[in-house]
C-alpha cells in the first residue's frame, strides 16, 4: 500500500469563528509477529524457573521428614514379612542373593 499523503487523511470539518476543526483518521496494522523483545522475555522467565526449581531441587532437605536414604523397609529393625527374619537375615530382603537395605521384606 503506497503511503497517504496528508491531504488525503486530513478532512476539515468546520471553520469558526477564525477556529479551524479538522478529522484526522489514523489506521494502525499490526503484524501477526512476536517481536524479539517478547522472545527474549519468556525465555527470560524460563531460564529463571529452570534455575529455581533445580536450587529447589538440590536443597531440599529438611522440607519433607524422613529418611531420604532407604526406600523399602529392610533397613527398619523389624520383621515386617513374619518369618521370624529381620532385614540383613531375612532372604527376602535379599533379590539377587545381595542384602538391599531399600528393598522390601518378602517372602522368596
Given amino acids: 500500500m503506497a503511503d497517504a499523503k496528508l491531504s488525503d487523511i486530513v478532512e476539515e470539518v468546520s471553520s469558526e469563528d477564525g477556529v479551524r476543526t479538522v478529522k484526522v483518521e489514523i489506521t494502525h496494522k499490526?503484524?501477526?509477529r512476536?517481536?524479539?523483545t517478547?522472545?527474549?522475555i519468556a525465555?527470560?522467565?524460563v531460564l529463571i524457573l529452570g534455575i529455581g526449581l533445580f536450587y529447589i531441587a538440590d536443597n531440599s532437605d529438611g522440607l519433607l521428614p524422613g529418611e531420604d536414604s532407604v526406600v523399602?523397609?529392610?533397613a527398619d529393625g523389624i520383621d515386617n514379612d513374619n518369618d521370624n527374619?529381620?532385614?540383613q537375615n531375612?532372604?527376602?530382603c535379599r533379590?539377587?542373593?545381595v542384602y538391599d537395605k531399600e528393598s522390601f521384606e518378602s517372602t522368596s
Fill in 30 to 32: 499490526h503484524e501477526d
Fill in 34 to 36: 512476536s517481536s524479539a
Fill in 38 to 40: 517478547t522472545w527474549a
Fill in 43 to 45: 525465555i527470560g522467565v
Fill in 72 to 74: 523399602g523397609n529392610c
Fill in 85 to 87: 527374619l529381620v532385614d
Fill in 90 to 92: 531375612d532372604p527376602g
Fill in 95 to 97: 533379590p539377587n542373593g
